[in-house]
Each structure stands twice: as C-alpha cells, then as structure tokens.
T-cell receptor, first 116, second 113 residues
Framework: GENVEQHPSTLSVQEGDSAVIKCTYS??????FPWYKQELGKRPQLIID?????GEKKDQRIAVTLNKTAKHFSLHITETQPEDSAVYFC???????????????FGQGTILTVHP | GAVVSQHPSWVICKSGTSVKIECRSL??????MFWYRQFPKQSLMLMAT?????????EQGVEKDKFLINHASLTLSTLTVTSAHPEDSSFYIC?????????FGSGTRLTVV
C-alpha cells in the first residue's frame, strides 16, 4: 500500500518568514495530494490540494508543488503569520478504478510554530 | 456549512460499554465513507471503509468485531466501538471523497474511563 513520509516533524519560523514542508509517497497510482491544517481538537481543514496533472498550484500565501517522477510534493507558506501555527498534514490517494480509491494515507504531520 | 455531520462531538464512557458514532452525508448520497482514527499527537490512520448495503472493509490490524460499521442508507454511516477500553480513547473522524475533494466530519473525541 501507499506510504507517505513527511518532514520536518517540527518547524519554527519568525513571522514573515517562509515555511516549507515536504512529503514523499511510494505508490505511483496516487494522483490526488491534499494538505490539511489541524488545530487542536478540531477536524483537519483542507488548505490546498493538487492533482497529478499539474506541477504547481498557488492560493494567495500558500502553494503546493508536485514532482511525480520523484514522487514528492511540498507545501510552501510565505509571509507566515502567528495564526498559521498548527499541525499540517500531507496526504495522498489514488484515483478511481483501484481498490484503494478514496483512501487517504497521511504523512506524520508537521507542527508549525510562527513566532511573532 | 458542514456537508458531513458527525455526532457526538465528544463522549465519555465507562470501560466495557459501547459507543455509537454517526456520520451523515448532508449534501449528496455517499455509497462509500471512510473512518479514521487519530491518537493524541499522531497522524490520522484509516480504520475502515464503509460501503452502503454491504460489509465494511477493514484495514490491517483493525478488529472488525470491535469496531462495528453500519452503512444502512446512502446518507448515514455509523461506527460502534464495542466493549470500549481506555486504549480505545482517541479522535474518530469520518470522511468521504466526492472525486474532486475530500470532506471530513467534525470528529468525535472518545474518552474511555
């Protein structure tokens, strides 16, 4: 099955700096890669996602890049703010047609702390 | 508003009792829903796939007789933790895939005392 590795486990930055979180995956059938932000005690919230037919996607301060050949994807947050502090998870899932369709495999999570 | 409704949001139960968690798809009929578990300070792990009108499929290491899943209608999936023990204390969350995005319920914090 799919295996998703996420690094770093913790990341501390100063307000205004950029933050980068990286993930690698193992299953070449995976074609949907969402990123979630989870605050304490709450459900994961989708912040950005990317499908395998594109290499980069941007939404204001957040961007995701995907390298299907190398099987890795990254989250980039620019101009970080204290309210960006949370746990971030990457995930991967294959497309329709396979037995694992719809099953999300998560990375281990990254605790991001943005210092004012 | 939330398109996947999950209840209860938190529950405390005594060891040995059973707890039922409901997950409702509010905006469309979901033939498949997924149940995840998240232990404190850990990632989310898929427990099982809930299939409308048929048996659930469980991930390796998940006891099907302990975590009963029922998906009797196209909008409701339930997870029952039977004979709960303190080690079952966790955050349980359901989710569904619409093909162009994944939506989670609000999660259920289970504490077994």
């Amino acid at each position: 099955g799919e295996n998703v590795e996420q690094h770093p486990s913790t990341l501390s930055v100063q307000e205004g700096d950029s933050a980068v979180i990286k993930c690698t995956y193992s299953d070449s059938a995976s074609n949907y890669f969402p990123w979630y932000k989870q605050e304490l005690g709450k459900r994961p919230q989708l912040i950005i996602d990317i499908r395998s037919n594109v290499g980069e996607k941007k939404d204001q301060r957040i961007a995701v890049t995907l390298n299907k050949t190398a099987k890795h994807f990254s989250l980039h947050i620019t101009e970080t703010q204290p309210e960006d502090s949370a746990v971030y998870f990457c995930a991967a899932t294959p497309g329709p047609g396979g037995t694992s369709y719809g099953k999300l495999t998560f990375g281990q999570g990254t605790i991001l702390t943005v210092h004012p | 508003g939330a398109v996947v409704s999950q209840h209860p949001s938190w529950v405390i139960c005594k060891s040995g009792t059973s707890v039922k968690i409901e997950c409702r798809s509010l905006d469309f009929q979901a033939t498949t829903m997924f149940w995840y578990r998240q232990f404190p300070k850990q990632s989310l792990m898929l427990m099982a796939t809930s299939n409308e009108g048929s048996k659930a499929t469980y991930e390796q290491g998940v006891e099907k007789d302990k975590f009963l899943i029922n998906h009797a209608s196209l909008t409701l999936s339930t997870l029952t933790v039977t004979s709960a023990h303190p080690e079952d204390s966790s955050f349980y969350i359901c989710g569904r895939d619409r093909g162009y995005g994944y939506t989670f319920g609000s999660g259920t914090r289970l504490t077994v005392v």
